[in-house]
């Protein structure tokens, strides 16, 4: 019988199929963080219950942690109190933990993948949204509540409806200066933010094959951001070649055992999809959000839309431009900026920090624009030091900070002022997502980098070899 990708991963964990209900799904990884836990481990307490296999989970600290001055105590108590939570139920428990200092500190979707925590064919979880990440290598992967936190813990399983299936092909030669992040805000701008809404997605075509493999992640993370349960992207030579000798991957024996397996892991040529989607990926350009969602995302030469041409309510809209202080048909080029946010789970690596590095290159910050530059772990950290790219920012004007998610959510001290524009690599530009009042323009490494030494929205292919 002909399968997807998703059906080969989702059925091999099937536990157990409640009729007419959810199934059983066995999962392999279990990532947690210091927000998403507390209370899933206080029920476990609640019920004398112990973690049934704590060497699939894994703990890092992310939402909460400072970004600068992580040797010092950290001076939220809340924070405080959730990340001593944290340290304490992964000892008692016998869990990895990887906390503020440890070299292995960093963003929970970038750390899973640097170790190996990520695999083809697995099945994966977070108290994170964003999960979808670790889809990028053929995982099903997937972001779950507290109380299903709890229920992993205690039985390594978790009940779930099977999602219906998309698959979105994209061909064709990306043009200059457009990157994954600018691929995935032009789908989520076709699909709309609840275009995807009880699907999983798989990425085909040229496009995807043709990316790497942190190119992959950035799109995946996105899936959710147009209502996707999770996105994924069948395994190739790239994906086998990322994760070989990563810590937590098979060694000798076990690795060709598994790669057996893992060269299963594609579409069948005539299996059926609920749903298939194709675009020309030669017609995307450099991509900007200029509303409250995801969705509301145009290339950077075009104008802000009318409400006639828009999806969903007119009230609704507008109540979006004038939070943002735009109006329909705006140009978003030339619009002043105040501050930049280069990092997250979307766009927090290493590839990131080269792309930002480059343009920025020869160049200086506005001297008005405040710059957060946030590296999604230490090994990010220390690729940039190592590779150079740490004198090139410098030497522009820019400082780098400690990982964490920083001002994707401003859970932290990252906070962008009220009524101030940030233009931000994160995955989210909610009315207050990254503080009270805040007003964030969503977009690429590149397009971050080129508004970061103009002062302005601006087209960073006016910039590039200048």
């Given at each position: 019988?002909?399968?997807t990708?998703?059906?080969?991963?989702?059925?091999?964990h099937?536990?157990h199929?409640?009729k007419?209900?959810?199934?059983?799904?066995?999962?392999?990884?279990?990532?947690?963080?210091?927000?998403?836990?507390?209370v899933?481990?206080?029920?476990?307490?609640?019920?004398?219950?112990?973690?049934?296999?704590?060497?699939?989970t894994?703990?890092?600290?992310?939402?909460?942690?400072?970004?600068?001055?992580?040797?010092?105590?950290?001076?939220?108590?809340?924070?405080?109190?959730?990340?001593?939570?944290?340290?304490?139920?992964?000892?008692?428990?016998?869990?990895?933990?990887?906390?503020l200092?440890?070299?292995?500190?960093?963003?929970?979707?970038?750390?899973?993948?640097?170790?190996?925590i990520?695999l083809p064919?697995?099945?994966?979880?977070?108290?994170?949204?964003?999960?979808?990440?670790?889809?990028?290598?053929?995982?099903?992967?997937?972001?779950?509540?507290?109380?299903?936190?709890?229920?992993?813990?205690?039985s390594?399983?978790?009940?779930?409806?099977?999602?219906?299936?998309?698959?979105?092909?994209?061909?064709?030669?990306?043009?200059?200066?457009?990157?994954?992040?600018?691929?995935?805000l032009?789908?989520?701008?076709?699909?709309?933010?609840?275009?995807?809404?009880?699907?999983?997605?798989?990425?085909?075509?040229?496009?995807?094959?043709?990316?790497t493999?942190?190119?992959?992640?950035?799109?995946?993370?996105?899936?959710?951001e147009?209502?996707?349960?999770?996105?994924?992207?069948?395994?190739?030579?790239?994906t086998?070649?990322?994760?070989?000798?990563?810590?937590?991957?098979?060694?000798?024996?076990?690795?060709?055992?598994?790669?057996?397996?893992?060269?299963?892991?594609?579409?069948?040529?005539?299996?059926?999809?609920?749903?298939?989607?194709?675009?020309?990926?030669?017609?995307?350009?450099?991509m900007?959000?200029?509303?409250?969602?995801p969705g509301?995302?145009?290339?950077?030469?075009?104008?802000i839309?009318?409400?006639?041409?828009?999806?969903?309510?007119?009230?609704?809209?507008?109540?979006?431009?004038?939070?943002?202080?735009?109006?329909?048909?705006?140009?978003?080029?030339?619009?002043?900026?105040?501050?930049?946010?280069?990092?997250?789970?979307?766009?927090?690596?290493i590839?990131?920090?080269?792309?930002f590095?480059?343009?920025?290159?020869?160049?200086?910050?506005?001297?008005h624009?405040?710059?957060?530059?946030?590296?999604?772990?230490h090994?990010?950290?220390?690729?940039?030091?190592?590779?150079?790219?740490?004198?090139?920012?410098?030497?522009?004007?820019?400082?780098?900070?400690?990982?964490?998610?920083?001002?994707?959510?401003?859970?932290?001290?990252?906070k962008?002022?009220?009524?101030?524009?940030?233009?931000?690599?994160?995955?989210?530009?909610?009315?207050?997502?990254?503080?009270?009042?805040?007003?964030?323009?969503?977009?690429?490494?590149?397009?971050?980098?080129?508004?970061?030494?103009?002062?302005?929205?601006?087209?960073?292919?006016?910039?590039?070899?200048?």
């Amino acid at each position: 019988m002909s399968k997807t990708l998703f059906d080969k991963v989702w059925d091999a964990h099937v536990v157990h199929q409640i009729k007419e209900g959810p199934d059983v799904l066995f999962i392999d990884r279990h990532m947690i963080h210091e927000v998403t836990s507390p209370v899933a481990f206080l029920g476990l307490k609640n019920r004398n219950i112990k973690v049934l296999y704590p060497e699939k989970t894994f703990a890092t600290a992310d939402h909460n942690t400072p970004t600068l001055n992580q040797h010092l105590p950290v001076a939220d108590p809340l924070s405080a109190n959730q990340l001593a939570a944290l340290e304490k139920n992964a000892n008692e428990h016998g869990i990895s933990y990887w906390g503020l200092g440890h070299q292995k500190n960093g963003i929970v979707h970038v750390v899973g993948p640097e170790y190996g925590i990520t695999l083809p064919g697995a099945t994966m979880v977070c108290g994170d949204s964003h999960t979808s990440t670790h889809g990028a290598f053929g995982a099903i992967a997937f972001g779950i509540g507290t109380s299903e936190v709890e229920m992993v813990l205690a039985s390594q399983c978790i009940m779930q409806p099977k999602p219906k299936k998309m698959r979105i092909t994209l061909n064709g030669k990306l043009q200059k200066g457009v990157t994954p992040k600018d691929v995935a805000l032009f789908i989520i701008s076709q699909l709309t933010t609840s275009g995807a809404t009880g699907y999983f997605v798989e990425y085909a075509g040229e496009i995807f094959e043709q990316m790497t493999m942190e190119g992959r992640m950035t799109v995946c993370n996105l899936s959710i951001e147009m209502g996707a349960r999770g996105g994924m992207i069948a395994p190739d030579q790239k994906t086998f070649d990322y994760i070989k000798d990563r810590e937590f991957t098979p060694k000798g024996n076990d690795w060709d055992k598994a790669m057996a397996y893992w060269e299963t892991l594609y579409t069948d040529s005539d299996a059926q999809f609920d749903k298939e989607l194709t675009f020309d990926g030669s017609l995307i350009e450099p991509m900007i959000t200029y509303g409250t969602n995801p969705g509301m995302g145009i290339g950077i030469t075009n104008h802000i839309p009318s409400a006639d041409t828009v999806e969903g309510g007119a009230a609704t809209y507008q109540k979006s431009l004038e939070y943002m202080g735009y109006q329909e048909g705006d140009a978003l080029l030339g619009k002043k900026i105040d501050y930049v946010f280069l990092g997250s789970c979307t766009n927090g690596r290493i590839e990131d920090f080269r792309a930002f590095s480059e343009l920025v290159k020869g160049k200086q910050r506005a001297a008005h624009v405040t710059a957060w530059l946030v590296p999604g772990s230490h090994k990010v950290l220390e690729a940039i030091k190592a590779e150079g790219l740490y004198d090139i920012l410098t030497a522009a004007g820019f400082e780098l900070r400690e990982p964490g998610c920083s001002a994707c959510l401003a859970m932290n001290d990252d906070k962008i002022p009220a009524g101030k524009y940030a233009v931000s690599t994160s995955n989210r530009n909610f009315e207050g997502r990254q503080g009270p009042g805040s007003r964030t323009l969503l977009a690429s490494p590149t397009v971050a980098a080129a508004a970061a030494v103009t002062g302005k929205v601006t087209d960073p292919r006016e910039l590039m070899n200048a």
